[in-house]
C-alpha cells in the first residue's frame, strides 16, 4: 500500500518560520495532487494549499503571501513553506496525496500529520 509520512512540525514564535515536508512511498504508478490540511483546536479540517501534477497551486486566503507548497517529483515530496507564522496557525498539518497505485486504483492518501505549534 501507499505511506505518506510528515516531517518538521514544531514550536514557533509568532513570526516565525517552519518548513514541512512529506514524503510518498509504496505501490505508486503516478501522483497527481498533493496538498496540506489543517486541523485546529475546536475547528473543521481546511485545506491550507495544493499543488497539482503540474505545479499549478492554490492556498488559503489565510495563508496567502505567507506560505509556499512545493514538490519534487522525483522525490515524491511535497513541502509547505511557513513564513510569518502566527498563534491562528496552530494545528495539525496533515498531508494528502491523490495516487494511481500500480495496480490501478485512484484514491486519497492521507499522513499521520505533524504539530504545529506558534506561541505569541
Known amino acids: 500500500q501507499v505511506q505518506l509520512v510528515e516531517s518538521g512540525g514544531g514550536l514557533v514564535q509568532a513570526g516565525g518560520s517552519l518548513k514541512l515536508s512529506c514524503v510518498a512511498s509504496g505501490s505508486i504508478f503516478s501522483i497527481n495532487r498533493m496538498g496540506w490540511y489543517r486541523q485546529a483546536p475546536g475547528q473543521q479540517r481546511e485545506l491550507v494549499a495544493a499543488?497539482?501534477?503540474?505545479?499549478?497551486?492554490n492556498y488559503a486566503d489565510s495563508v496567502k503571501g505567507r506560505f509556499t507548497i512545493s514538490r519534487d517529483n522525483a522525490k515524491n515530496t511535497v513541502y509547505l513553506q511557513m513564513n510569518s507564522l502566527n498563534p491562528e496557525d496552530t494545528g495539525v498539518y496533515l498531508c494528502?496525496?491523490?495516487?494511481?497505485?500500480?495496480?490501478?486504483?485512484?484514491?486519497?492518501?492521507w499522513g499521520q500529520g505533524t504539530q504545529v505549534t506558534v506561541s505569541s
Open positions: 494528502n496525496a491523490a495516487i494511481t497505485t500500480n495496480s490501478g486504483y485512484f484514491h486519497d492518501y
Open positions: 499543488v497539482t501534477g503540474g505545479g499549478r497551486t
